[in-house]
């Protein structure tokens, strides 16, 4: 049958199962949009207010699902507007297929309207890029984009398409996604990583060390990374800390592996890690970390970073090994099949001795109350034991991100959603919209705060628009709090450039967008106004009042050990 | 801080836009490529790489490899142990030759050196050597005196002695590949 490129790309998107579009029109993919108007009762757009937004909501749809996100957007500016939502993909290993279109082949290469080199610019951000010239290879391209976009280590893939190509008729034949891997370009792939289309097996020996390691082992600790969260590997997780009786540790990104109420759980662990995760990685004999890159932010000084311990890295991609830390033992392989094989091997171990060590010290910072002030603390609180238990929390990135990682406790995989790698300011709306699109029946929280919410609040017209009923809520406290409390504790409260003396009024600016708003002061009011929030059906911003000289705790400097904390 | 020099073979899709990507990953981890060479193997689908890069010690050239292996159009990546690999490389000087003495004085050195005259002008002569780079600046240095027009070098390309080829199947390679493509 013959189609144009524009059509068959769509035709592309159904046998990958895609149902939702994030995107935003313009010029050049003109003819992708005008083939969706025939395809509407098939795919959903959601056009967004920005295309920063499109694709960080793409991206967070991908996270709460565990499916492939997929977002357009036009040439020029309105690819370059994805860039930071790509690199937050690519830095937290989601998988998003962003598509875009540049001008035709007769206007390339001459700086026509709108055209920039995107597969040039996004080449170190994506795990792949293609230019597709003609729309006899976009088939093709599209099927192996994807596969390249969910299989191993996901990321973000990018397809940059010529206009003319989307017009252009060519032969498509429907293939199924199970039969991708047979032909064109995947084929060749695949032909050469020399396995079929079944995952490779870990290699058993490697994991019958660990399992003689694990029984050797006095002090064992675990670390939960991404790579579980990714891997849905949370259930065999479950049963391995519990056979091997050790402690576990989460990264922000590993938040919702483990579950944040198992009483294995020394929290999080890293620069704002608890006592008990940090004071544990000190004193292990056994550290095994599972989908963890042994970032700055958790390892802090490499060369000193669980010194006493047989480090053992379980990663899907080989270039993690001792990338960052030198490893003793390593395990290629999905996380979750290493698990089970593992679960299969090893007996129920008792570490009581090691535990009540670990569990001596505070697995969460207790703050004391200041006043009639509402604190972070309480507010987390209030959240945690008014809203649903498996409501999905999106975070934007400074003081709220790390309070809202430390003090709520994430049950499953995708209930957090977070800039961890990239630290993206403005990350968190746009992914709620994308959680919220993906999960109409569960509560969404999109936790932000004043510096992050101006970002891109301009997507508050996205949560007006399709009448999502996400709540904002703001830890107001008027200064940029992360940057503050560095300029705090080591710049000798110089604060330049943090304070922000006169906010714009968030209540009315919600308003302004047809959503309801309240500004709250303390605990009472909040507590009240969250529960209206919840009932009300639609879009809410709670602009919570904080105080300006609030901490994150504990802190550890960057590059310093990991128990040298300068806050406690 | 001192740093020694690697030579890894990489093999990559010969598609466009292919060496842009392996030489900028060079760049965006910090590294200046001392030379690289790129041809078509005995696979017309299939470039060869070869890139010399200075690095503080193994373990970081490894991590470079590991990096490397992560692209998708590279197929396989060896760091190559300079003492059971073949390094050569081809130079093209174009040298000052107006008079007879000049003429004869440097068609000796390329005898000595095994170099071959590739081009005679009244006023020129071009000079072709093969070799690593003691032989190839050695000559360098002898024509100085002459004046060096023009000087070109390929850069170094190389082999493993024996049998070994890049192709040799390790665990590491099936790592990388799970890493890559591991479909389920």
């Known amino acids: 049958m013959k189609l144009t490129g524009a059509r068959i790309l769509l035709e592309c998107l159904l046998e990958q199962g895609v149902d939702t579009v994030f995107g935003y029109p313009g010029g050049t993919i003109l003819n992708v949009y005008d083939a969706l108007y025939d395809y509407r009762d098939k795919i959903t757009h959601i056009r967004t207010a920005h295309e920063q937004g499109a694709a960080h909501a793409a991206d967070g749809y991908a996270r709460s699902t565990g499916k492939v996100g997929v977002c357009f957007a036009t040439s020029g500016p309105g690819a370059t507007n994805l860039v930071t939502g790509i690199a937050t993909a690519y830095m937290d290993s989601s998988p998003v297929v962003f598509i875009t279109c540049n001008v035709g082949e007769n206007l390339i290469g001459r700086d026509s309207f709108q055209e920039v080199d995107i597969t040039g610019i996004t080449m170190p951000i994506t795990k792949c890029n293609y230019l597709v010239r003609h729309a006899d290879q976009l088939a093709d391209i599209v099927r192996e984009g994807f596969a390249i976009a969910r299989s191993g280590r996901p990321g973000p893939v990018l397809i940059d398409i010529l206009k003319n190509a989307t017009a252009e008729e060519t032969e498509y034949a429907f293939l199924p996604r199970e039969k991708h891997h047979t032909r064109g370009r995947l084929a060749a792939l695949i032909g050469r990583a020399s396995h079929d289309m079944t995952a490779p097996e870990p290699d058993i020996e490697d994991i019958d060390t660990l399992a003689h390691l694990i029984g050797e082992a006095e002090r064992p600790l675990i670390i939960c990374g991404g790579g579980v969260v990714r891997g849905r590997a949370h259930e065999e997780l479950a049963e391995f800390a519990q056979k091997v009786d050790a402690p576990v540790a989460i990264t922000v990104m590993g938040a919702g592996g483990f579950n944040g109420r198992n009483p294995l759980t020394t929290g999080m662990i890293g620069m704002h890690g608890s006592q008990a995760s940090n004071m544990a990685v000190d004193a292990c004999d056994l550290l095994i970390a599972l989908g963890c890159r042994f970032s700055d932010r958790v390892a802090l000084n490499p060369a000193t970073f669980a010194k006493q311990a047989v480090i053992v890295q379980v990663d899907i991609d080989r270039s993690e090994i001792n990338k960052n830390v030198q490893t003793s033992h390593h395990i290629v392989g999905d996380v979750k099949r290493v698990l089970s094989l593992l679960n299969e091997r090893i007996g129920q171990k008792d570490n009581k001795a090691w535990k009540d060590y670990v569990f001596s010290f505070p697995t969460e910072t207790e703050y004391e109350l200041t006043g009639e002030a509402l604190t972070p603390k309480q507010i987390s609180d209030i959240v945690a034991r008014t809203a649903p238990w498996d409501t999905i929390v999106a975070t934007d990135v400074g003081q709220h991100q790390i309070w809202v990682t430390q003090h709520f406790h994430y049950d499953y995989p995708g209930q957090l959603l977070t800039s961890g790698g990239f630290g993206s300011m403005g990350f968190g709306l746009g992914a709620a919209i994308g959680a919220k699109i993906s999960h109409p029946d569960k509560t969404v929280l999109h936790i932000t705060g004043d510096g992050s919410f101006r970002m891109n609040c301009n997507e508050l017209a996205t949560v007006a628009y399709y009448d999502l009923p996400i709540i904002t809520i703001i830890f107001d406290n008027r200064t940029l709090g992360m940057v503050r409390q560095w300029q705090t504790l080591i710049y000798n409260q110089r604060y330049c450039e943090t304070d922000i003396k006169k906010e714009p009024d968030f209540v009315k600016l919600a308003e302004a967008y047809g959503l309801s708003g309240r500004r709250v002061n303390n605990a009472a009011d909040f507590e009240a106004a969250l529960k209206e929030a919840l009932t009300c059906g639609h879009g809410y911003v709670i602009d919570a009042v904080i105080d300006v000289d609030e901490k994150v705790r504990p802190m550890v400097n960057g590059g310093d050990h990991i128990t040298q904390f300068l806050l406690n | ?184």
Not at chain 2, 32 to 45: F, K, Q
Not at chain 2, 115 to 125: M, R, W
């Open chain 2, 1 to 184: 801080m001192r740093k020694n020099r690697y030579t890894l073979a990489v093999l990559v899709d010969n598609e466009s836009g292919v060496l842009s990507q392996v030489s900028r990953l060079f760049s965006r981890k910090g590294y200046n490529i001392e030379s690289l060479a790129v041809g078509t193997t005995d696979t017309p689908t299939v470039s060869r790489i070869t890139i010399e890069v200075m690095a503080e010690d193994d373990a970081r050239a490894r991590l470079l490899c590991n990096q490397l292996r992560k692209l998708f159009p590279v197929h396989s990546v060896k760091l190559l142990d300079s003492s059971h690999s073949i390094r050569r490389e081809l130079v093209l000087i174009k040298v000052k030759a107006g008079t007879t003495e000049a003429r004869s004085e440097i068609i000796q050195i390329a005898n000595i050196f095994r170099g071959s005259v590739i081009d005679v002008a009244p006023t020129s002569l071009t000079i072709a050597v093969i070799g690593e780079e003691a032989k190839t600046d050695a000559i360098e240095t002898l024509l100085e005196k002459h004046g060096i027009l023009e000087l070109v070098r390929t850069g170094v390309v190389a082999l493993e002695r024996g049998a070994y080829t890049i192709d040799d199947d390790t665990k590491e390679k099936g790592e990388f590949n799970y890493g890559k493509v591991a479909f389920s």
